[in-house]
């Protein structure tokens, strides 16, 4: 029996993993494309100072199965990639939290000398799109998928990815067209991306909706408004709500104390200025913006 070990390091939290099998492996994942795109960015190594396991993987047993018992994942059986993708982005999103670090579902750019992000709340519908408008007008990318900040809005880590082109094995969805299906819809052709390298802070917060059927809507967003959708935002990631396999939902890495950490943090973080903008596309969104800063 072989058993490899890894580790994951994301900001300032670590995971030792380790996969007890009986071939020779090279990793827990082939690529680590989407723990960047859905942590804002990862670095892996097959050495760790870690002396004990964050997740144990008995990759030859018969049954599939995971738990979560004491802080620790212990998996057994065959699982695609996507399902340990998820698995992965859970556990380290809960990690994160509690060690004071905030992940929002968001894309964000430095625009007119601040720091907009585009947030993806109760719904997700326009963050991207408004990234590639902002983008046309002169916008540089703070991020793409997901901010990672501290308690004051600092930005320490961002997806630099605008899409994510492939989905692991475990992880299709009919639902989700091709992310390029819906640029040709918006846009000619695609702006020059470029990466704003400087530190930064959330100024301002803008909730968008591309919804063609609905006259166009632009306004401040009141206190609870805005407390809510970042909680639904934050919560993103916790993965309460997802079912991993057939009959294999997402072990509760969440507890009362995290969740009222988020909502302490989100009380403070929604004193920034928060914008509704409901639009037909993300032009729409933008003139609005534009109106309003």
């Known amino acids: 029996m072989y058993n490899y070990t890894e580790q994951i390091k994301c900001d300032i939290v670590k995971i030792r993993i380790d996969i007890i099998s009986k071939e020779k492996i090279n990793g827990i994942l082939s690529?680590?494309?989407?723990?960047?795109?859905?942590?804002?960015?990862?670095?892996?190594?097959k050495e760790t100072d870690l002396t004990t396991s964050d997740l144990i993987w008995y990759k030859d047993e018969p049954i599939k199965s995971?738990?979560?018992?004491?802080?620790?994942?212990?998996?057994?059986?065959?699982?695609?990639?996507?399902?340990?993708?998820?698995?992965?982005?859970?556990?380290?999103?809960?990690?994160l939290y509690a060690a004071g670090r905030y992940l929002f579902h968001c894309s964000a750019v430095r625009y007119k000398d601040q720091t907009i992000m585009f947030m993806g709340g109760e719904s997700n519908s326009g963050k991207t799109m408004s990234e590639i408008e902002a983008c046309k007008?002169?916008?540089?990318?703070?991020?793409?998928?997901?901010?990672?900040?501290?308690?004051?809005?600092?930005?320490?880590?961002?997806?630099?990815?605008?899409f994510l082109k492939k989905r692991a094995k475990g992880t299709e969805r009919i639902d989700k067209p091709d992310q390029h299906e819906g640029v040709s819809k918006f846009f000619n052709e695609q702006p020059e991306y470029k990466l704003y390298e400087e530190k930064a802070g959330i100024d301002l917060v803008v909730i968008p909706d591309i919804d063609g059927n609905y006259a166009t809507v632009a306004g401040e967003m009141s206190e609870y408004e805005k407390e809510y959708q970042s909680f639904h935002c934050l919560?993103?990631?916790?993965?309460?709500?997802?079912?991993?396999?057939?009959?294999?939902?997402?072990?509760?890495?969440?507890n009362t104390e995290l969740r009222n950490k988020?909502?302490?943090?989100?009380?403070?973080?929604a004193k920034r200025r928060y914008l509704y903008i409901r639009g037909a596309g993300p032009t729409a969104i933008m003139d609005e913006l534009d109106k309003l800063i």
């Open 137 to 162: 007008r002169g916008a540089t990318i703070v991020s793409t998928e997901t901010l990672v900040t501290d308690y004051d809005g600092n930005v320490l880590l961002g997806s630099k990815n605008i």
């Open 31 to 45: 690529d680590m494309n989407f723990l960047n795109y859905r942590l804002g960015g990862v670095e892996w190594s």
């Open 262 to 269: 988020r909502a302490k943090f989100i009380k403070d973080f």
């Open 66 to 95: 995971i738990e979560f018992e004491d802080g620790k994942i212990v998996i057994k059986g065959e699982w695609y990639e996507g399902e340990i993708q998820r698995i992965l982005v859970s556990f380290i999103a809960s990690k």
């Open 235 to 254: 919560n993103n990631y916790i993965g309460s709500d997802l079912l991993l396999a057939s009959g294999i939902p997402m072990p509760l890495f969440d």
